[in-house]
């Protein structure tokens, strides 16, 4: 009788689910069935209207392709809510898509990942959007943490261990031990930083300007930190600054390693300084241990090669980096109380009004 009763409040209340709210993609777990849901954090408006024309990967294509009355917009900026109303509606689209078709009358617990060093006020802005999309509950929890989790390190043992997560907005450097934080930095030095050198650097050189599609997919082709066996070479497009007309170029790797170069020095920076100033025991974990990469970043080739060079520690891609954050929020979701240690905000739905 009480498994009866069990379900059929269960059939009420909207499946939990873990949110990886990036500046660049955003990934939905659903308690149960895992990550459901990979978009990139894009929103097109019609400026007329005020309505939502396209979400995620449909909304991105109509990066710098809309007219006027159209705008294709990143509501979040370094890992930071930048346009709040946006944001609520990108965060109820996926709520919506992760309860499918079935009505529920309690909206779900939902778990967000942000980036290491978010201020209250930020945190704020992100339980808000939540509740507004329609969280009944809220927990927050810091994406170096999450990821730490969802590749399964020890994160609850007396020892350190370091998590670089490169994402699109931040970069988070954090070395952890017993479920907390011993030493961190959040950088600006991310894909969206990355994809600014190469516009950069291809007006200078080749007189050419290319959109920031054009520029992350250069760097998804082309980026490689050390020098590759059989050069790579890309045909890109752009607008000639000096006729105004379309024009071609072939693009190298040793082209998109010049461009990037300053970024990738101010990050093995960041990381030494982590390193210097973090308790010795703790360091001589990770130097057993290892550094693990994750984010997106963390799939330029090389990286990890070089930076191993350079830090003199093992530094290792974690698998799949892509989702680690995502699958260590799905993993706050489906035992909440083992890891309340890691939750660093959370909201509680209100009782109910006599």
Do not use: C
Request: charged share 25%; glycine share 10%.
């Amino acid at each position: 009788m009480w498994d009866k009763l069990k379900q059929k409040l269960q059939s009420f209340v909207s499946d939990d689910i873990g949110i990886d709210l990036g500046t660049a993609n955003t990934l939905v777990y659903v308690r149960g069935r895992g990550i459901i849901i990979n978009e990139p954090t894009v929103v097109a408006v019609n400026n007329k209207t005020g309505q939502v024309v396209a979400v995620g990967a449909e909304a991105k294509r109509m990066l710098g392709r809309t007219p006027e009355h159209i705008a294709a917009i990143r509501p979040l900026e370094g890992g930071v809510i930048s346009d709040f109303e946006v944001t609520e509606e990108f965060l109820a689209h996926l709520v919506r898509r992760a309860q499918g078709d079935s009505k529920k009358l309690l909206g779900p617990r939902v778990v967000i990942g942000v980036p290491f060093g978010t201020t209250n006020v930020e945190r704020r802005a992100v339980r808000d959007a939540a509740r507004n999309a329609g969280a009944r509950e809220t927990y927050i929890v810091e994406q170096p943490m999450a990821a730490a989790l969802g590749i399964r390190l020890p994160i609850d043992d007396a020892s350190g261990s370091m998590i670089v997560d490169i994402g699109g907005g931040t970069t988070d450097i954090t070395v952890i031990s017993l479920s907390g934080v011993v030493n961190g930095k959040n950088i600006k030095i991310a894909g969206d930083r990355f994809n600014a050198d190469i516009i950069s650097y291809v007006r200078d050189e080749f007189k050419i300007l290319i959109g920031e599609r054009t520029a992350e997919d250069l760097k998804i082709t082309a980026g490689a930190i050390l020098a590759e066996a059989k050069p790579i070479e890309v045909t890109i497009r752009g607008r000639d600054l000096i006729t105004g007309l379309p024009r071609e170029v072939v693009v190298t790797d040793a082209d998109v390693r010049e461009a990037i170069a300053t970024s990738i020095d101010t990050l093995v920076e960041s990381i030494k300084e982590v390193l210097e100033t973090t308790p010795p025991e703790v360091v001589s974990d990770v130097m057993r241990r290892g550094i693990y990469l994750v984010g997106g970043g963390a799939l330029i080739r090389g990286l990890d090669a070089f930076l191993s060079e350079w830090l003199k520690v093992p530094v290792y891609v974690a698998e799949d980096p892509l989702t680690a954050v995502a699958r260590g929020t799905g993993l706050v979701v489906e035992e909440t109380e083992r890891y309340r240690d890691i939750i660093v905000d959370e909201e509680h739905a209100l009782p109910p009004t006599a």
